[in-house]
Each structure stands twice: as structure tokens, then as C-alpha cells.
T-cell receptor, first 113, second 112 residues
Framework: KQEVTQIPAALSVPEGENLVLNCSFT??????LQWFRQDPGKGLTSLLL?????REQTSGRLNASLDKSSGRSTLYIAASQPGDSATYLC????????????FGAGTQVVVTP | DGGITQSPKYLFRKEGQNVTLSCEQN?????MYWYRQDPGQGLRLIYY???????QKGDIAEGYSVSREKKESFPLTVTSAQKNPTAFYLC???????????FGPGTRLTVL
């Protein structure tokens, strides 16, 4: 069964510093990987989707990389702002269980002014 | 304004009572999903549906039931058989071929 791990569980950085969030998964036969943001008491907001054939995906200050062979994805957030404070979740779907996302527990990020 | 709506935002259940959570989407997505989120844990899949009148159990389906009579709607019933239903429930939908999931705002269920 696919297992998804996000380390660290919590992270605090000063404003302006770049954020690096890690996601690892055990089964490299993935269909795609999705990064989400969740604010307290709210639903999930999709940030980036990386298909298995892609190595990275970019949107504004966000960049996500994917290395299937090592079972890792990294989300980079450039020049962090206090508004980036949230919990970031990664989720993976595998080729033999299409549509079923396996989630990590998330990394809680605080950006201090 | 396209999106996913969930109602109610907060729901309180007494012991032995069944309750139904609503999920509606106007994105014309084929697939819909229900997840449960507990503090400090990732989301866990309860049920999912790829087409109307068809649905499959996820990882934690016991004590829950669903229906998919319309493409836009995927209600979740939390039955009295679910022993620990207090949690945050999230509904999602996706285009069948792309599998990029979009989420609603959630319903927080509390057992009194």
C-alpha cells in the first residue's frame, strides 16, 4: 500500500526566506502527485498537479519537483510572505488505484513578519 | 461561479442518530469523493464515485453510506454504526481523465 510522508511536521521561517517542503512516497508507480494548501478550519486548495511524466511544475512563486525513482517531491515557495502561513499537504495517486489519493499528514508552516 | 458546496458547515449529532452531509458541484466533473480528516492526520477516503449510480468503498467505509443519483450531487450519510464520527468531512470532485481533485469547504461533525 502506498504510504506518503511529509517531514517536518511543522516549520517556522522569517518573511522573505524561501520555503522547502518535502514529500516522500513508497510506491513509485504513481499516476500523479498533487500539492494542496489548507487554512485552519477550511477545505483544501489545489496548488500544483504533477503528472507522472513530468519532472516539475511551476505557478508563480511555487515550484514543485518530482523524482519518481527516489520517491520524492519537493515544493518550493520563493520569498515567503505571512499569507503563506498554512498547512501544506501532498497526495499521490497510483496507477493501480486510479482516483484514490493517498495523503501525507501535512507540514504546518508559519511565516513570521 | 463554479465550485463545490457543502452543507451544513457545522453539524451536531446525538448518539444513535443518522445524519446526512450534502455535497454539490457545478463543475461538470465526473468523479466525486468523500474524505474524513482527524487532527494531526492526513485525509482518509470514505467513498468515491466515478459515474452516476455507481460508487466504491474507500479505506474507511464502515458506518457510512452514499448515493449518486445525479452527476452534481454526492450526499454522505453517517449512520449510528459509525462509532467515532466526530471529524472534519471534505467532499471533492475531479475530471475523470485528469484526476486533479478540487475540494469543498468542509463540514465539521460533532457527536454530543
Amino acid at each position: 500500500k502506498q504510504e506518503v510522508t511529509q517531514i517536518p511536521a511543522a516549520l517556522s521561517v522569517p518573511e522573505g526566506e524561501n520555503l522547502v517542503l518535502n514529500c516522500s512516497f513508497t510506491d513509485s508507480a504513481i499516476y500523479n502527485l498533487q500539492w494542496f494548501r489548507q487554512d485552519p478550519g477550511k477545505g483544501l486548495t489545489s496548488l500544483l498537479l504533477i503528472q507522472s511524466s513530468q519532472r516539475e511544475q511551476t505557478s508563480g512563486r511555487l515550484n514543485a519537483s518530482l523524482d519518481k525513482s527516489s520517491g520524492r517531491s519537493t515544493l518550493y515557495i520563493a520569498a515567503s510572505q505571512p499569507g503563506d502561513s498554512a498547512t501544506y499537504l501532498c497526495a499521490v495517486s497510483t496507477t493501480d488505484s486510479w482516483g484514490k489519493l493517498q495523503f501525507g499528514a501535512g507540514t504546518q508552516v508559519v511565516v513570521t513578519p | 461561479d463554479g465550485g463545490i458546496t457543502q452543507s451544513p458547515k457545522y453539524l451536531f449529532r446525538k448518539e444513535g442518530q443518522n445524519v446526512t452531509l450534502s455535497c454539490e458541484q457545478n463543475l461538470n466533473h465526473d468523479a466525486m469523493y468523500w474524505y474524513r480528516q482527524d487532527p494531526g492526520q492526513g485525509l482518509r477516503l470514505i467513498y468515491y464515485s466515478q459515474i452516476v449510480n455507481d460508487f466504491q468503498k474507500g479505506d474507511i467505509a464502515e458506518g457510512y453510506s452514499v448515493s449518486r443519483e445525479k452527476k452534481e450531487s454526492f450526499p454522505l450519510t453517517v449512520t449510528s454504526a459509525q462509532k467515532n464520527p466526530t471529524a472534519f468531512y471534505l467532499c471533492a470532485s475531479s475530471i475523470f481523465s485528469r484526476n486533479e481533485q478540487f475540494f469543498g469547504p468542509g463540514t465539521r461533525l460533532t457527536v454530543l
